[in-house]
């Protein structure tokens, strides 16, 4: 990996314009991982950095959002793209398109889903718990001080994908690294209940009528809540709103495996969760071409969420 960081740190040296981007719905740990990582190429990079994606009501305090691009601000063409916390499989279409055409391409990721191949340099470790946690790695190989700014963005990230360290991939170095961050200026409780907690009305309501709609399979070791169009539509629900509630399914006793199903326009956004001992990440590539980590995944899946309703849940059953 330490030749991979000089790598990247060589082509973006290099570049006379370089986009940083996580997947379509970028979480915490992807945009606070493009956001430190874009600081800390500026400091020996004199090249035109773009951050791209959407931040919604949990991110928009998060220092430097304002530089995060939607898909129409971006530019036509850049030197360098860095894919970041997902796969280029689940970028958005402009940048697809922007990731095709640059001259050198670059991942940092830690999902054991995504593929190596297709890119120029490659950062890869599933054993992370986190990008941002990678991240820091890559400023200390760089020699980059934290600043209060990069250790919010960076914690952040870890906050998120750790569950504000609930999760099993939470570790006694995650916990080092934490307190390092507190120490450069990281304000913790404002981070957390922002990210992790806090909630729109609609928000409330939505969650709300998931946990009280949900059906329990397999003597109650499987939970899958619904989203429909209809649900989102009538209770206004925004980007952000989701997020966390299957978290709040899995937290039942007797519970192994959670599922929120988000019934979009063209397809249902599936997010899977599992307690002790169930692969959702190859449950949700089986089901959807979808991936992710051991106890959480994700997938897209092209049908109707009737279909998901009677043919997921099953499969679930059986893997518990």
């Known amino acids: 990996m330490n030749d ?41 990079s004199s090249a035109a950095i773009h951050v791209a994606g959407e931040l919604n009501y949990r991110y928009d305090w998060i ?16 030197d360098v793209v860095v894919v970041m916390d997902g796969d280029r499989g689940r970028l958005t279409p402009k940048v697809t398109d922007l990731f095709a055409s640059a ?32 991240v820091h790695r890559v400023l200390e190989a760089w020699n980059i001080p934290l600043e209060p700014a990069t250790a919010t963005h960076l914690y952040t990230g870890i906050i998120f994908d ?7 991939n939470t570790r006694s170095a995650t916990h080092r690294l934490a307190a390092k961050l507190l120490d450069h200026g990281v304000a913790p409780a404002p981070v957390h209940a922002k990210v992790l907690h806090e909630r729109t009305t609609a928000g409330l309501r939505l969650l709300g009528e998931v946990l009280g709609s949900a059906t329990f ?19 206004g629900i925004q980007s952000g709103d989701a997020e966390g509630i299957v978290d709040a399914l899995l937290n039942t006793a007797g519970v192994e495996v959670a599922v929120l199903a988000k019934e979009t326009a063209d397809a249902v956004k599936l997010s899977f969760r599992s307690k002790t001992r169930v692969n959702v990440a190859a449950i949700a590539h089986d089901f959807a071409g979808g991936g992710g980590h051991v106890r959480a995944a ?23």
């Open 162 to 168: 750790t569950g504000g360290f609930k999760h099993e």
């Open 298 to 320: 994700g997938a897209r899946y092209l049908g109707r969420i009737e279909d998901v309703v009677t043919v997921l849940p099953p499969l679930l059953v059986d893997a518990v």
């Open 103 to 134: 001259s050198k391409t670059a991942l940092v990721d830690h999902h054991q889903s995504s593929s190596a191949e297709g890119y120029d340099v490659v950062l890869l470790d599933a054993t992370s718990p986190s990008t941002c946690e990678m």
């Open 4 to 44: 991979a960081i000089g790598d990247l740190h060589h082509i973006l040296e290099d570049a006379g314009t370089v986009l940083l981007t996580g997947p379509m719905d970028p979480d915490g740990d992807s945009i606070g991982a493009c956001l430190a990582l874009a600081r800390a190429a500026e400091t020996f």
């Open 63 to 78: 220092p430097d959002a304002e530089r995060v691009l939607t898909d129409d601000q971006l530019g036509d063409r850049y």
């Open 217 to 235: 399979y397999g003597d109650g070791t499987v939970v899958m809540g619904i989203m429909t169009r209809e649900a989102i539509q009538r209770l």
